[in-house]
């Protein structure tokens, strides 16, 4: 059983910066993928980044692609997803998951066994 808790959303300017956190409860955190989800309202909850257990390999999806950078720590057992030159349409609630039985990473949702309660990412223009 893992727990996720997302924390670091808040109101930002079109071209600013935040940095998301994800803390995880559980011991053997490593093996699990992790991966960062938004959902704009009245939208379907969108793949952002995915980062392999090992932190050997990363994904992203083209809208954040040179943008946006996700790491972990797994000495902290937490996950990271660095946002810069955000733009309007990165408003979201943003969501951690992981899963154990991914290969790598994934970018689809049903694949994921945990998620946390999401946080709000809201840029001003």
């Known amino acids: 059983q893992v727990q996720l808790v997302e924390s670091g959303g808040g109101l930002v300017q079109a071209g600013g910066s935040l940095r998301l956190s994800c803390a995880a409860s559980?011991?053997?955190?490593?093996?699990?993928?992790v991966g960062w989800f938004r959902q704009a309202p009245g939208k379907e909850r969108d793949f952002v980044a995915a980062i392999t257990g090992s932190a050997d390999s990363t994904l992203y999806a083209d809208s954040v692609k040179g943008r946006f950078s996700i790491s972990r720590d797994n000495t902290e057992n937490a996950v990271y997803l660095q946002m810069n030159s955000l733009k309007p349409e990165d408003a979201a609630v943003y969501y951690c998951a992981a899963g154990s039985k991914i290969t790598n990473w994934s970018l689809f949702p049903y694949e994921y066994d945990y998620w946390g309660q999401g946080t709000q990412v809201t840029v001003s223009s």
């Open positions: 559980g011991r053997t955190f490593d093996s699990y993928a």
